[in-house]
């Protein structure tokens, strides 16, 4: 069961860290406050639901080096940034390495409330896509070379006919093969299996992960 959705504040000034901590206990939302990025690192794990409240201007390690080290590690966790001086260059580079929004200090309590609820739908949306992600991968493990083949050639509308004449063996080999991949991938239909196969690919393409069916 996971556990309760929290909110990690990373900011190098303890003042920013408790008064942000007050707006959001506040709210009845659970946090979290770090003053070194490297303190946060060794103490978070990705399994934990929630979203990261990133001062973008830290000393040593910034918020962005510190998002690119969590995303290194696979973390698809929502990211917030802090920032006291934001520009639209550095507001782009900020949403085009990653992050789901920025906040301009000083910040009011109903927009970093506001971005904080959004950032923690977007968690749950994607913990909701990688649990689905999870599990097809686990029926995909359960087919055979052979099976994948065809499969690939089912997902794109061909015919067992067609499939039959591309892989070289009878139409009955393919519907046995059909039969056999519908009940492992536990699907009752063709257009069920499609749409896995668009789900896989879609959450590969947004996560760089890469699927057992590849």
């Avoid at 009011?108 to 991968?137: M, P, T, W, Y």
């Avoid at 046995?176 to 668009?198: C, G, P, T, W, Y």
Wanted: charged share 25%.
């Amino acid at each position: 069961m996971l556990s309760e959705p929290t909110v990690y504040v990373i900011d190098d000034e303890p003042d920013i860290c408790k008064v942000l901590s007050g707006i959001l206990e506040g709210a009845r939302i659970k946090v979290k406050t770090y003053t070194s990025p490297r303190d946060f690192m060794l103490a978070y794990s990705p399994d934990n639901p929630g979203c990261l409240l990133l001062d973008i201007g830290m000393p040593d390690i910034n918020g962005l080096e510190l998002m690119e080290a969590i995303i290194a590690r696979g973390n698809r966790t929502p990211v917030i940034f802090l920032t006291g001086n934001a520009t639209v260059a550095n507001a782009v580079e900020m949403l085009k390495a990653g992050a789901v929004d920025f906040i301009e200090k000083p910040a009011k309590a109903d927009v970093i409330l506001g971005c904080v609820r959004k950032a923690l739908k977007i968690d749950l949306h994607r913990r909701h896509e990688q649990s689905q992600f999870a599990d097809i991968n686990q029926r995909l493990d359960l087919l055979t070379a052979r099976e994948r083949e065809v499969l690939t050639w089912i997902t794109v509308g061909k015919s067992n006919k067609m499939i039959a004449l591309i892989l070289n063996i009878s139409s009955r080999t393919v519907e046995i093969h059909r039969a056999n991949i519908l009940n492992k991938m536990r699907a009752s239909s063709v257009a069920e299996l499609v749409k896995m196969d668009l789900m896989v690919k879609e959450y590969i393409s947004t996560s760089g992960l890469e699927s057992s069916s590849n």
